[in-house]
């Protein structure tokens, strides 16, 4: 079965630093890999993705994020953050080989400290 | 373009009280979900319709749950009766249909309290 890990349930950063939110996964085929932002009492905003190619991509709002496949991992990645980057980040697999099926990680809430 | 809507935003019912949500997908997308999402914890699939067939349905609980497409564009999500472990978000989410590369896009949510 697939799954989806995101070890850390809140990242905290001092704004203009550098912020890594982690995500691990667990497929039985190749990942489809994504990363979706949810503000307060709002539903999910897609980031980015990743399909195939090359194992960084870059999303809205300056978010960019690495495919490790040895790792099977896809950390989400901002050089420099913003206190308006504060909201809960959710990561997400799709499982080509199950009809397509998402599994969602439980969401890591992220603090941009002033 | 609008996106993807859903009504109530809010419902506070007692329990045993029957409910029901609605939402109306982008247009053109054919590929409809509802996700419960629990305080904590991230969106879990109920239902994938693609147009009006269902074609994921293993996790609705059918005994209180029911769901329908009809002309496979806007759709309602119903639950009767209401119990207290149904308080939570509830989420409509559409993408296009035939391609596992798409990503969702997610209605606002319902919000639901049960007393």
């Known amino acids: 079965a697939q799954s989806v890990a995101q070890p850390e349930d809140q990242v905290k950063v001092a704004e203009g630093n550098p912020l890594t939110v982690k995500c691990t996964y667990s497929?039985?085929?190749?990942?489809?890999l994504f990363w979706y932002v949810q503000y307060p009492n709002r539903g999910l905003q897609f980031l980015l993705k990743y399909i195939t190619g090359d194992n960084l991509v870059k999303g809205s709002y300056g978010f960019e994020a690495e495919f490790n496949k040895s790792q099977t991992s896809f950390h989400l990645k901002k050089p420099s953050a913003l206190v308006s980057d504060s909201a809960l980040y959710f990561c997400?697999?799709?499982?080509?080989?199950?009809?397509?099926?998402?599994?969602f990680g439980d969401g890591t809430t992220l603090t941009v400290k002033p | 373009e609008a996106g993807v809507v859903q009504s109530p935003r809010y419902k506070i019912i007692e329990k045993k009280q029957p409910v029901a949500f609605w939402c109306n997908p982008i247009s053109g997308h054919n590929t409809l979900y509802w996700y419960l999402q629990n305080l904590g914890q991230g969106p879990e699939l109920l239902i994938r319709y693609e147009n009006e067939e269902a074609v994921d349905d293993s996790q609705l609980p059918k005994d209180r749950f029911s769901a329908e497409r009809l002309k496979g564009v806007d759709s309602t999500l119903k639950i009767q009766p209401a119990e207290l472990g149904d308080s939570a978000v509830y989420l409509c989410a559409s993408s296009f249909s035939n391609t596992n590369t798409g990503e969702l896009f997610f209605g606002e949510g319902s919000r639901l309290t049960v007393l």
């Open positions: 497929v039985s085929g190749n990942p489809y």
């Open positions: 997400a697999v799709r499982d080509i080989a199950n009809a397509g099926k998402s599994t």
